[in-house]
């Protein structure tokens, strides 16, 4: 039986090249039982004819269909689905018709309503993003990332790529943090001191729970960032919120009753805050004092483009009281998801046989791929090259917000990705963001960032990675007037 | 001031291209603090006589490192270390002198000590590797999951790779997954009751965590596979195991308290069972009478090479009562950790938003790699080729095992890609693991399978997924005479 060649459509929205578009329709097509084994294709040229494409493109379709056992040709009378093509199913797909279940007390723990906050999917669409976090197409190493990628794909790297690690790391990746990027932090680790991780907010979630019961309490920097105010809220332990001030979190402050302090020193987040030498070292020796011990989140370290970074926690501490917590997604992209956590060996141990559980190891080929990146210079010159766009930016921005005398809050001394401002009482800055996204600009409201009942409404973040130093004085002006108009 | 030449040296161990490894040695020499800003490199045929390299892979090298910003040209006089070259750090990097923390008391959860054991890493040096859930490289289609991983770091395709998902999945993904792979299950699903996940053990541990607390009766599969009953200890539930027979998980043994049932209807694991239809309707009915949910682990669903597969326990299910299990990795390649769970509404939320907290979501170019791997037909093919090398190792191996007259326990009417063995009486199959691998084979003992205290120690796993048929034979042989030397 031959097959009409009306029952053939190309997906309008599909992508791809042609030839792939038509292999694709041709395969669903069986896969989906509507093409039956022995039946005949339309020949190319008339496929081709009615889907108005060459017929080389069809032909090579057709050729390469053949080669994966979905066709087979027949001397002179054209292609047939193949009698060794995959079998459609024989049962037709059903969808439960009603749930009876009761919900409300079949789920175990429910983890939805968290502090984090959705942000808009679609932020590219908007003309002045100031938002955090996401990547800039403009400023991101494609090229050499691909190129990367591709190595790491190769027959040499097939073992990284398809091997089960079970709870093992990439080598090469791991010897290059230790050897590469933890000295610059002034940190020296042994391969069994690092744990590779899906990102920081992965290497933070391990951390909470290997460290914490609902007998231990953590003290969290208030404001904080917000995922990581869901994995201790999660964890269930006590919770202490600690305010910073401008230099970060006060030792003094610290509740007696602390296990696990966790911290950002290098730019404290959102506020930017930097913690000085004196204060690091005042810390470190509270933490001694009260046995608890510390969890350094050196988020953005490599931003500091107006100043060297000060070493990290981690290189005063002579006691192995310091988990370390570092991100390559932050610098490369987000949708990366790589992270790592540098600690004393019975603590990785335990993050290790934790990760193993839950998801075995992050990808093989996204470790290598990273680790050719790191290792062949791709990664610094990135960060530079992104430092000092980020320098002017941010001299834009500080001009701009001058200009409108807008309220700055912190702004870090190295540099970073964003400034946290303060709006005039009685501004609400969740209100404002909703307003001015009619107006193409999208800021960061403060509030999720506080654990506080009652959390103060006029904070909000700008961030500067994502905009272009051309959009800056626009959409800060627009910012401006619409804070002028809610005053 | 120059750099000596004699101060360069190409690691010997270093992967990639000559030019790839000078670039490297030079990066990492700036980086490192040797070489510092404004020195003078040697000159490109100085370092290639050096080297032992031609001249023009040091010229391509040094302008390669100029294009990023690492050395500059002067006009005639060669190459210098950039002023803009990445700053070395201005500290020295430390180590904890001592370790001062007691790690009994300060981890406040352990996760070592799981059933799961550990595999050698190196199985593929052993000449007659019978181990399960490795890739084989002679199978995998290697070719086409470049080409598919490349187009996914096309341009095009940039959003996808970089973007971060918060707690969405890849859109193309997803679809296809619930327009073809589940109607091959005979299950409908729509896009909000799929969760992608990293593997199949990621959705356990998910599916766990949402459904499980100390109050709460799971039960497992006895024997079952070792990294689900290290998640449902971890999770602190009741755990029931209740023995499988020839037709997997039997109704009637289930007991009264049991809230959740993880069962593996298509290929019982380790066992290899399929359970019958009749048998798929008394659970459906005996769980609807308890109140019970189900989690379906429908791994290897598609190796139904003997029989198609019957339709699975998620596609009987008229009140959201199962939760289904599926995964990429087992038939691409372990190492990808590409998984998915689907369910009714409410639970998939919950799941979302603990994976959000956990590691926000699977790396987008993993999941875009595999919907176009899948969507071009490429996956259909890999698990058609994957069917008939599978057979044909199979009936080897049956072939070897009746006339060594060697005892199968499980053989799973579908097909599979182990068989399930007992070994007379009295033998240890430990022991006989340890004595075969200085044979050169590689078997999986069933110690670890079961929950019992004492578990039976006579059972093992032999897979035909990695050794290829002609081994085979001889693999079963050496078997063969190292039982008959132990009985």
New interface residues.
């Given amino acids: 039986m031959s097959i009409p060649v009306e029952t053939f459509f190309l997906n309008p929205e599909a ?2 090249t042609l030839q ?1 578009q038509i ?2 329709m041709i ?2 097509g069986i ?2 039982g509507r093409l039956r084994k022995g039946e005949k294709l339309p020949s190319s040229r008339k496929l081709a004819g009615h889907l108005g494409v060459s017929r080389i493109t069809v032909t090579l379709a057709y050729t390469e ?1 053949q080669a ?3 066709l087979e040709s027949r001397d002179r009378s054209g292609y047939f689905v193949s009698n ?1 093509a ?16 009761d ?1 409300s007390r ?9 502090a ?1 906050p ?2 808009p ?1 679609d932020w ?1 669409s908007f003309r002045y993003p100031f938002v955090y ?3 800039d ?1 403009s400023l ?1 190493d ?1 090229a050499n ?2 190129h990367c ?3 790491a ?1 190769g ?2 790297d ?9 709870d ?1 790391d990439d080598p090469q990746l791991i010897e290059f943090i230790a050897r ?1 990027t ?8 042994r391969p069994e001191e690092i744990l590779v ?3 920081a ?2 290497a933070l ?1 391990l951390t909470a ?5 609902q007998r ?1 309490t953590a003290v969290a920097e208030e404001p904080c960032y917000h ?1 990581l105010r ?2 201790l809220t ?1 964890s269930r332990c006590h919770l202490a919120p600690v305010a910073v001030d401008r230099d970060g979190l006060p030792p003094e402050a610290l509740p007696e009753s602390a296990d696990v302090i966790f911290t950002t020193p290098s730019h404290q987040s959102p506020t930017n805050a930097t913690m000085p030498m004196g204060r690091r070292k005042a810390l470190m020796a509270r933490a001694r004092e009260m046995e608890a ?1 510390i969890v350094e989140d050196d988020y953005e370290f490599e931003m500091s483009f107006l100043r ?1 970074p000060l ?1 990290a926690l981690k ?1 005063l ?5 310091v988990i370390y917590v570092g991100s390559f997604s932050k610098s490369i ?5 790589l992270g790592y956590l540098v600690g ?1 060996e ?2 990785i ?3 290790r ?2 990760r ?11 470790q290598r791929t990273a680790s ?1 990146f790191l ?4 990664y ?2 990135l ?2 090259r992104m430092g000092q766009v980020f320098a002017r930016r941010r001299k834009v921005m500080e001009e701009a917000l001058a200009g409108h005398g807008l309220g700055v809050a912190g702004r870090g001394v190295f540099g970073g990705s964003s400034i946290w401002m303060q709006a005039p009482d009685g501004v609400d800055t969740g209100e404002l963001d909703r307003r001015l996204r009619e107006k193409g600009v999208l800021i960061e409201p403060g509030r999720p960032f506080f654990h506080a009942a009652e959390p103060p409404g006029s904070y909000y973040r700008l961030a500067y990675s994502s905009i272009s130093s051309e959009r800056i004085p626009e959409g800060i002006a627009r910012l401006a007037t619409e804070l002028a108009l809610m005053r």
């Fill in positions: 992508q791809g792939a292999q694709q395969a669903q896969l989906s269909l994966s056992d979905y060794n995959p079998e459609p199913p024989q049962f037709a797909a059903r969808h439960p018709r009603q749930d009876s279940i919900w079949a789920l175990g723990r429910k983890f939805t309503g968290g984090t959705v942000k999917r590219w976090g996401q990547t197409p991101f494609h990332w691909r990628a591709l190595r794909l027959q040499k097939f073992q990284a790529l398809t091997t089960d690690y079970y093992n590469h933890l000295p610059r932090r002034g940190i020296l680790a991780t899906m990102g907010q992965n979630w729970q290997v460290l914490l019961t231990r995922a869901d994995i999660q011990l060297a070493p290189s501490d002579t006691d192995g009281r992209f987000p949708g990366l998801r004393p019975p603590f141990r335990e993050a046989a934790l193993a559980s839950v998801y075995r190891h992050p990808p093989g080929h996204i050719y290792s062949l210079g791709h610094d010159s960060i530079r």
